[in-house]
């Protein structure tokens, strides 16, 4: 029979990889037989003595004084009371003490060479593996492998062989059904970790409940591979090796306390409970941070990564076992001192997030070793404690500018700095501003003689330029283009994630929901009819259908029909569902809106007789001109300042939250059900918003998007972004001489003159209290901003402006440039563009005044799974904008508008038709003959008969095969609006020239 057909053959396999050919001089573990395990003290006697004898001999020599012969038999007994009491990760860290002496049962790896004796004992560890360890003194069962410490059970490992017909569920099973957890063997915290092991999957669990144990995936990727050996070897060729075993047991398996609020039944008011959970590390949680370890000590200070770890990745553990690893990483043995002095960990949000905070606190092994600048807390404590040299700071990215003196002084500071999703606001001012504050590169101020204007110039483009005392660490599951730019790695011709685990894994292995798996669409048709007293009138055709589109939606009427959907749906479907405990989200598009929905859900409410009610969250006071009224979000729902938002809503009475960008990121509220979207949404805001609903708990086997306002295919299109993994080939980075492209177009106005911009560097850049100066060479060129330019010109050189800030201040954070001249535009032109006047484009809100809602309804589109496909995605660069002018806002009647509008909304052309109709599209602009027919030398009546000629031979194609499109199109109205927008569109572009 073949060798690995059967458990006993992986079984086999595993043992000798372990204890043979892993390491065959110093083998990583040696295998015992069950005799030598002592099922009443639950642990291997000879290994525990052998290992203090080995490594403390003099302290044993102290107890042989105390004890006499029996000094074995009592050190054994005291070591396992000790475990009975405290554990055996507690035992393992901090030591046992008898008699007078202390004994350590472990020595972990020293971080440096100091302490010489100490790295000889680490080597003195005993690592033993039994076989078909038989436990229990009740019965004859047995645990396939179980790998020992010096003497104390750690790991236990169940094994099945597909070959068998046995997978993983056969093991997780076993480990349910047949490992009783009150057995002192196998109760919580004495063995740390428990492997379900197939030739295919790997789970573990750290703590065994019977039928309630739940099993994490501990998988390597997706699907798991190895060229030479089973799928699942990287188990013992990697976790499990000696080296990694300890590593796990000193910086990475730790004991945290879960504190979450629940609403208790019999005393009808919130609680918080407790419950002590032992983290066993995910293995993508252990490679990226081993990875990013290895990393820093082959290449230092200096380098910048991007961890690309999708929501439910337990993104903050890992975060927290970096910094600790960090705050005492010596590079090379020998280093006198770690190669840090601070690790800094920056979140994005203003007030610090707490279960960064919590867990970042729950890994610090040594009280005193981190500081918290929470919002509580000055700028003034931020700068006391990276001069006291804290080794872990934890801060938000608000405070970095304020504090840009204290830390520039510190030249010969290195620092690690942690940002806790990176986005566009890393790669903004503040980030520059960190990296200018936190610069080695400060320049020498010994030489007495002045620095030139070009020399203190260029010192200014090194503080603002790639530091190399800094190492950044950034952590996003949605990472923009920048964020690529910027921290990425460089890999295979591209940049990419230094670490990616997936949103396609996250949801593959359960840890976060598929929003997208019940998507409901709805769509709003509506008639305005203009007030026949009134005289028609011009307006700007897109501001003119947007303000209206916006104030439809804010009519009563509007409001409470999508109310009574979203509370019918919700009494009918979500109240009922994770055990009647449901919550729901509405995301509306303003905080006005929100206001009046909040009004509109009480009024609908209190009619239905509901035991519940609604939030609502928005910024701020709101005057809504309807009532007269100013709200607020603590006057409408009147909590009393007793309990937050976030807590009110676990509470029975309080069932849906209306929110108003509030609530969009950050909130982790594992009894989120449905969302009902109400609000345009795009990128990775759709991703952000909607994943709210992607916490897993207990009963919670659905949840159930209903959106009122957003193109299905787009947020599918957005979701699949970032499904996969995202990389930027290196030709699409965005190109330093794109600036050059910038300044050339800003100087072809001529209002900047070359002694203005050398004026105001000089001083701008040198020390001296003359800023007050600057304001009149701004205001010079301001007068010939408005005197000289024409609007569209205006227009065209503030967006170049804007365009060369916006690509400086991210070019700036990638390359050091050596162009002084660069670094002087810049501070120019962000001083410039404030000093220009606004622009005068407001929205015609007179149009209000002029109109009336004459019908209004909603339509069920589909419910639907929006389905994800695996995949990778490419992202660009920067780029310059293109030729801005002022907005082509063809002037339409009022009445033409309304027209263009019920007309539009009122084809109702399905997702199907819409293929079809690209199609037709496609035919169109290929047809040659056609787009000849559109130049100067016709007339537009000619050139429109052939149009029409050609839509209606394309129209016929539509006969056959969709016929209710061909209906639709084919209405005489539709018909007439159909072909006038589309020969317009193609008449401005290709015989007038304009929209290019």
Known sequence: MAEGTNERHFEEHIVKYLTKIAQPEFPDYIEKNNSAYNKDLCLIPEDLIEFIKDTQKEKYEALTVQYGPNVEGKIIERVAEEIRKRKTLDVLREKIRDRGQTLDLVYFKPSHSKTPEHSENYQKNRLTIIRQLKYSRKNENSIDIVLFVNGLPVVTLELKNALTGQYLHHSIKQYLENRDPKEPFLEFKRCLVHFAVSTEKVSMCTELKGKSTYFLPFNKALENYDDNDYATAYLWKDVLRRDSLLDLLQNYINLQVNKEKFYDVTSKALKEKEKPVLIFPRFHQRRAVQNLIESVRKDGIGSKYLIQHSAGSGKSN????????????????????????????????????????????????????VEYIDENKSSQDLKNAIERGKRVIVTTLQKFPVISEIISRSKDKKYAVIIDEAHSSQAGESARHLRKSLSLEEAETADPKEKELDDLIADEIKKKGDQKNISFFAFTATPKPKTIELFGTIRNDCKEAFDLYTMEQAIEEGFIKDVLKNYVSWKRYYKLIKRTEIQDKEYEKKKTVRLLSSYVDLQDHAIEKKARIMIEHFVAQTQN????????????????????????????????????GALVAFSGTVTDAETGQDYTKENMNNLGGRVSIPDALKLPQHRLLIVANMYQTGFDEPLLHTMFVDKKLGGTNTVQTLSRLNRTMAGKDTTMILDFVNDPEKVQEDFQMYYGSNYMDLEDQTDPNSLYDVINKIESFNIIH????????????????????????????????????????QISIKAAIKDYVRLYRFLSQIVTFTDVELEKYYVFLSALFKKFPASNHTLPTEVLEEIDLDSYKLQHQFASDLSLTPGNNAMQGMTQGGDVHKPLDEMEWLTKIIMVLNDTFGVDLKEEDKVEFEKMKMNIYSNEELMSFFNAQNSKDNIQDKFNEEIDNELLNFINTKLELYNKLSEDKINLMFKRLWFNDIYDRKVRGLGK
Not at 324 to 341: M, V
Not at 343 to 362: A, E, H, P, Y
Not at 596 to 602: I, N, P, Q, V
Not at 605 to 611: C, F, Q, V, Y
């Open 754 to 793: 070359k002694n203005d911009l050398q004026t105001f560097a000089k001083l701008f850049f040198k020390k001296g209290d003359h800023k007050e100066k600057l304001q009149p060479i701004l205001n010079d060129v301001v007068v010939r901003y408005s005197k000289d330019l024409d609007e569209d010109q």
């Open 318 to 369: 890992t975060i927290a076992w970096l910094a600790h690893r960090l705050s005492d990483f010596y590079q090379h043995a020998d280093d006198s001192k770690a190669l840090f002095n601070s690790v800094i960990v920056v979140t994005d949000r203003k007030v610090l997030d707490k279960q960064i905070q919590d867990n970042i606190r729950q890994f610090e092994q040594m009280p005193g070793t």
């Open 577 to 612: 569902e994770i055990q009647g405990k449901a919550r729901a989200m509405l995301v509306t598009r303003s905080r006005l809106h929100a206001v009046r929905y909040k009004r509109k859900f009480d009024e609908v409410m209190r009619e239905m007789k509901l035991p519940y």
